[in-house]
């Protein structure tokens, strides 16, 4: 059944009217701006008006429903669907750090925008109208009943695992963007980030713990006009400044060729050589201490003692002290830990080291297997990130919002769209804000670096996201001086590229929205998971209605503040941890989705052998690759980076599937007459 025309006209209304408010707010703000108002009030502003708003949503869409509270009623039309699902789909590794990484890596960081994009392709393909048609509220639903077993064919081991994985997938991707809040709330409202992130949290929690999926749907949509203007509008202004065309896209044709010329001249500068080779000589000091170990480590405690006693005897500056007490107090503790941090500042100054890498070029490399080492991780990175994007439970469980199997497909076409109107604008974004660091910063004078620079490297002391050192002490900026991370790039585009501080504040906006609508739907993923597939279908069947509802949110609750701590601590960066959530979604789930769908002989045993197979195959490459976890690169696979473990881990669950559906007995008659449900296009489910 098609949603009702007076429902879409009203929805449609609304929002027109939310999207005239919300171009008022904005020159009000700008206005406000050209009066005199502070920039810390400008960013207050913006961040608790936002805020407000997804608040007084959540609170006006509040449902005991279990209907909609676990999906939205099931009568979201298409499009709004489809820019719940891009909301929730651009998360803040899309919209903070994907052009941070294109900056950063040039070519390679189209790897991601080919596999996200392409991983949509799979949804709308393989799985999203099955689910539709399937009709109940979870992933591990729709697998516990195609696949059955279990006491009382509630298909215990595999609704466990599914279960399970879910959990794990989300919460490792939820963590990145509650990172991403406390990021964006640090720089613009001065707080400190683990306060930054709690304050995110508050309006995550109204959102979906009021509402559920209703509250986060009609959330998520306003969310997404926010995110729209704030890309598009920097990235337009640069165009025009730097290209003389308003149209993002040709402006990245133009200036590609510009930028290769510059990165040939700084390539060649003698001063920028000059930094260069002081970083690789401090990347051999690293190296020459780490094979002294451990009595290079006795030797430098003794020695930042020494510098300690010495300058509190001489009656050295305040500023002396302290520096040599900051020395003295961070040096590592113990051998191990030496070894550890020096190995991390060893790679880091051998990165320095390098030229930069030419950005319209693919694959670059000084050798040929340098060079085939790069193309076969973007192969990967691209494989991981479309099986992960076709196996993530937060953005199939929208697939079960709308009206009818029809309206998914069209629902996933209207996603698409609206992704693409952001990630056609990703790379060149990328080009715009490198262009206007290597014909305006790099060059310039010291005494005259710009207000933004000192901004963003204070946000956060402990892990610099700029960094800006007169390495070789001529008092220029050179390329090699200036470290910048990925997360920061698109939050500084505005103050780069000279930018309204108005539109700072836009940015963040955008930011916070990306990140909140995603972990809206990441933490309801997993609270819906604990209180319907494990307390519901597991533990007390018998549950009423109001107490599934009530069990879901205190779940909520809990998980939201356990995945606040995670961040807190900071465990890496954003595109890594989003790697990593894919690798495990496509080596876990994809596998027995996708055969549960299209192979009738898939059973039980297939189906928990697949999931087993895929999820330890990727962990155990990501712990044998990942310095971060232990492991090493040296011990990695063909060169392959350990957030592509799902190359590896997708063909693994698949096997493992399909020898343990051969190598058993066929499904029962109910798993076949749920596959030939599921398979059957001309009836809708309920």
């Known amino acids: 059944m098609s949603a009702k025309p007076p429902y879409f006209r009203k929805l449609s209304r609304y929002y027109l009217w939310y999207t005239a408010c919300f171009a008022l707010f904005l020159v009000a703000l700008a206005l406000l701006e050209q009066e005199g108002m502070p920039r810390l009030w400008i960013g207050y502003i913006f961040m ?89 509220y979870t992933i591990p639903d729709f697998l516990a009943a195609r696949y059955g077993g279990g006491a009382g064919g509630r298909g215990g081991p595999v609704r466990a695992l599914a279960v399970g994985a879910t959990i794990l997938v989300s919460f490792t991707y939820v963590v990145a963007q509650i990172y991403a809040v406390g990021l964006i709330a640090s720089r613009f409202t001065g707080v400190d980030f683990s306060v930054g992130i709690f304050l995110g949290l508050a ?35 640069l165009a025009a400044k730097h290209a003389d065309n308003p149209v993002p896209q040709l402006a990245y044709g133009s200036l590609l060729p510009k930028i290769a010329v510059r990165e040939q001249q700084l390539k060649q500068d003698p001063r920028e050589t000059q930094v260069r080779a002081e970083f690789q000589r401090r ?15 006795k030797a430098g405690k003794l020695e930042a003692q020494r510098r300690l006693a010495e300058v509190r005897a001489s009656n050295a500056s305040l500023g002396e002290v302290r520096q040599a007490e900051r020395a003295f107090n961070t040096y590592p503790g113990s051998p191990d830990e030496a070894q550890a941090l020096w190995r991390e500042q060893r790679d880091a100054n051998r990165a320095r080291a390098r030229p930069p890498v030419p950005h319209g070029v693919p694959f670059p490399g000084a050798t040929e297997e340098e060079s085939d080492k790069r193309r076969n991780n973007f192969l990967a990175v691209v494989f991981c990130l479309m099986f992960g994007t076709a196996a993530l439970p937060h953005i199939l469980m929208r697939a079960y919002t709308t009206p009818s199997v029809d309206e998914t497909r069209v629902s996933v076409f209207w996603t698409l769209f609206f992704i693409l109107l952001i990630y056609l604008t990703i790379p060149a974004l990328a080009v715009l804000a490198k262009y206007d660091i290597y014909t305006s910063l790099v060059g310039s004078d010291y005494a005259s670096l710009p207000t933004w620079v000192s901004y963003w490297a204070n946000v956060d002391k402990v892990k610099p996201l700029l960094s800006i050192a007169d390495i070789n002490g001529d008092g220029v900026v050179q390329l090699a001086e200036i470290a910048i991370d990925a997360d920061v790039l698109v939050l500084a585009t505005p103050e780069i590229g000279g930018l309204p501080y108005v539109i700072s504040g836009l940015v963040a906006a955008g930011g916070l929205a990306a990140a909140l609508s995603t972990a809206d739907g990441l933490l309801l993923a997993i609270s819906n998971a604990l209180s319907h597939d494990v307390y519901y279908k597991m533990v007390d069947p018998g549950a009423s209605t109001q107490k599934r ?56 045993t297939g189906a928990i052998a697949g999931m087993l197979t895929g999820f330890l195959v990727c962990l155990w490459y990501m712990l044998r690759a990942s310095p971060t976890l232990g492991g090493s690169l040296d011990a990695s696979w063909l060169g392959i980076q350990p957030l592509a473990a799902g190359v590896f881990g997708v063909p693994a669950g698949l096997l493992a599937t399909a020898l343990g559906s051969l190598l058993s007995a066929p499904p029962s008659r109910s798993s076949l007459g749920m596959a030939d449900y599921i398979r059957a296009p001309e009836r809708d489910g309920p």
Not at 210 to 224: D, E, F, H, K, S
Not at 565 to 578: R, T
Request: glycine share 8%; with cysteine.
């Open 203 to 237: 309006s995550i929690l109204v959102c979906s713990f009021l509402g559920g999926m209703r509250g986060i749907t009609w959330t998520q949509v306003a969310q997404y006009i926010i995110l729209l203007v704030a890309f598009l509008i920097p990235s337009i202004w």
């Open 283 to 297: 990347a051999e000091n690293y190296e020459a201490r780490l094979a002294a170990l451990p009595e290079s480590w």
């Open 48 to 136: 608790f008006a936002t805020i407000a708003l997804y608040a007084t949503i959540g609170v006006v869409a509040r449902t005991s429903n279990v209907t909609e509270y676990y999906v939205a009623g099931r009568r979201v039309p298409a499009l709004f669907n489809g820019m719940a699902t891009a909301a929730d789909w651009i998360s803040a590794a899309s919209f903070i750090s994907l052009a941070g990484g294109l900056y950063l890596y040039g070519f390679d960081g189209l790897a991601y925008i080919m596999g996200w994009t392409g991983g949509f392709v799979l949804v709308a393909l393989l799985i999203a109208p099955y689910l539709r048609k399937f009709g109940q």
């Open 549 to 604: 509802v009530t069990i879901s949110k205190l779940l909520l609750l809990a998980v939201a503040f356990i995945a606040a701590y995670a961040a807190s601590q900071k465990p890496a960066d954003i595109l890594s941890l989003v790697g990593a959530a894919f690798s495990l979604a496509g080596s876990t789930l994809f596998p027995v989705l996708v055969l549960g769908v299209f192979w009738k002989r898939a059973n039980h």
